[in-house]
């Protein structure tokens, strides 16, 4: 069973940096290695429509970013310990959401993975 968890959230003053992670588990029952699966970062505020922050394609060639956050949020993906990563620079009040991690399929496979979310909060 995939599972997607991840970690880094937390309160912190505008200006700042975090760095999230993702680690997912379970793929070996799948039949799909963490490599063949792009992946993506979503936030999302209560009452609004979750929001794309970053996407990666399993050999980490090509990166997508929403406009919101380019040039201060960077994703990477580490395939030898199954984990993705946003790293999040100049953190701005309007960044505050829950941030989730996504597994999306490819080549043939229409399976998709959410994770539960981390709270980051952008606050004075």
């Known amino acids: 069973q995939v599972q997607l968890v991840e970690s880094g959230g937390g309160l912190v003053q505008p200006g700042s940096s975090l760095l999230l992670s993702c680690a997912a588990s379970?793929?070996?029952?799948?039949?799909?290695?963490?490599?063949?699966?792009?992946m993506g970062w979503y936030r999302q505020v209560s009452g609004k429509e979750r929001e794309l922050v970053a996407m990666?394609?399993?050999?980490?060639?090509?990166?997508t970013y929403g406009d919101s956050v380019k040039g201060r949020f960077t994703v990477s993906r580490d395939n030898g310990k199954n984990t993705v990563y946003l790293q999040m620079n100049s953190l701005r009040p309007e960044d505050t959401a829950v941030y989730l991690c996504?597994?999306?399929?490819?080549?043939?496979?229409?399976?998709?993975?959410w994770g539960q979310g981390t709270q980051v909060t952008v606050s004075s």
């Open positions: 996504h597994a999306q399929g490819t080549w043939g496979n229409p399976s998709a993975y």
């Open positions: 990666i394609t399993g050999d980490s060639t090509i990166t």
């Open positions: 379970g793929f070996e029952g799948s039949g799909f290695s963490f490599g063949s699966y792009f």
